[in-house]
């Protein structure tokens, strides 16, 4: 999930450096601030800014602004926190000891730099011919199955049941969607990772591990003495206790920084395949409401506010990503996905109206938006939420699970929602690579 019921509970406490901050922050620049480019993101680390030296001369002026301008930007056209001067781009560090890094712009007549780091992940028209092997052949695919499930799902808000005995939980579906699309996948020859393979977390963190970092953060925000527990709390009122703020940095940062230091540094992929579920609000957790609406929507990496750039490293991260021009392989793949996805569902696509996201591209189905993972991930990565989990025939349809066929449902046959998931991913992709490799 990633819009409305994901984050309509952060309010000003949820993901401090998050989109429900960022935007709501983002009315006026703030005053000039020695510190102000100092911050660094819940759980970020310090970047070594002397690392993007190696992209000096990399792009042209032109190559970076329609980058920024299309892409990474917000489209109401905010300032960015850095100077895109005719020669270089100026950007602020936040070390006092050197506080701006400049990297020049390629001369529009000069030859690309031959010295910036090659990554990890190879575009499709690098890949070999393929000779008349599979389709998918020298493809690393990492699949991310959202959330966690099992005993963690309650507390991330990911489980749904509307009547005792039968429940739902993304965390679960999501796993059980990786392994019948790492089967479909590997018979038509990938190489299929999965970021997480059982329901229990990746990071060995839990959340007593944060409990001091969440009271300096509460703190930070004016809650001197908060409630060490949420029990007996609704809604927002949890979000300022020290258990909700600790289990946050648990399942939300933690885990996927940690999932982020496994596909970087172990996996080392193509692209990453992010499949999630989503859902609208449903009120209460012990009484559920049905949604009317289902939809679908793909997301890729982009529309950082100002805000959130002046963090340190979310500032650098987005940077990494754009001088790899990681998004002029992540954009295509993710339409190509997404055209799949909606012949395999059939489901509208989802609108955004608030100013964390923007369109991506041409099709009305993929957005682009900063979220941890798609901007941790260090290669192409296709962020998928098709369905919603409390739409009534949509919950129907995934208590039934996965399966091949069509079974009784409601009164009448209907197919597998996960089969149809695996189908429209399994369609995209095939589209994308033998569209983009190069002829045998």
């Known amino acids: 999930m990633t819009f409305l019921f994901k984050y309509g509970r952060w309010g000003l406490l949820g993901l401090l450096s998050g989109p429900a901050v960022s935007w709501a922050q983002e009315i006026l620049p703030p005053l000039p601030d020695p510190l102000r480019f100092a911050k660094v993101s819940s759980l970020g ?3 070594d800014w002397q690392n993007l030296k190696v992209y000096a001369g990399a792009l042209t002026r032109e190559e970076f602004e329609k980058a920024w301008r299309e892409i990474y930007s917000p489209e109401m056209g905010l300032p960015p926190p850095f100077d895109i ?19 020049p712009f390629r001369k529009v007549d000069a030859a690309a730099t031959a010295d910036a780091p090659s990554a990890f992940w190879r575009k499709a028209a690098d ?15 990492a699949l991310d199955p959202g959330h966690i499930g099992g005993q963690w799902a309650q507390m991330e808000e990911r489980f749904l049941s509307f009547q005792p005995g039968e429940a739902i939980q993304e965390g679960a579906l999501s796993l059980l969607t990786a392994q019948a699309l790492q089967k479909r996948l590997e018979a038509l020859g990938a190489r299929v990772s999965l970021v997480r ?33 949420y029990a007996g709390l609704q809604g927002d009122a949890k979000i300022i206790t020290v258990q909700w703020q600790t289990e946050k940095l648990f399942y939300r940062v933690s885990e996927i920084h940690a999932r982020a230091d496994k596909v970087n540094t172990q996996i080392k992929p193509d692209l990453v395949l992010c499949l999630h579920l989503n859902a609208e609000s449903w009120g209460p957790a012990d009484a559920p409401q049905f949604s009317p609406q289902n939809h679908l929507h793909v997301l890729v990496n982009g529309c950082y506010a100002p805000v959130e750039l002046e963090q340190q490293d979310v500032r650098y991260e987005m940077l990494l990503r754009l001088f790899n021009r990681v998004h002029e392989e992540e954009i295509p793949l993710a339409t190509a996905v997404a055209e799949g996805m909606a012949r395999a569902t059939d489901l509208p696509a989802y609108v955004y109206t608030t100013p964390n996201a923007r369109k991506a591209g041409t099709n ?3 957005y682009a938006r900063n979220l941890l993972a798609n901007r941790l991930y260090q290669c192409p990565v296709v962020y998928l939420e098709p369905f919603v989990m409390n739409h009534e025939e949509t919950y129907r349809r ?9 079974t009784l449902i409601g009164g009448r046959l209907q197919s597998s929602a996960l089969e149809e998931y695996v189908r429209g991913v399994v369609q995209g992709l095939l589209s994308y690579y ?7």
């Open 398 to 406: 995934l208590l039934a699970g996965h399966y091949v066929g069509r």
């Open 364 to 366: 009305p189905y993929v």
């Open 197 to 229: 393979d059982r329901l229990e977390p990746v990071t060995e963190q839990r959340p007593a591990d944060f409990e001091q970092v969440a009271r300096a953060t509460l703190k930070e925000h004016g809650i001197l003495t908060p409630l060490p527990t």
């Open 85 to 103: 001067t005719a020669d270089a781009l100026v950007v602020p560090t936040g070390n006092p000891a050197e506080p701006t890094l400049t990297l």
């Open 127 to 141: 890949l070999p011919p393929l000779r008349e092997r599979p389709p998918l052949s020298d493809i690393h695919i």
């Open 45 to 47: 680390k310090t970047p």
């Open 434 to 440: 033998q569209n983009q490799r190069r002829p045998s």
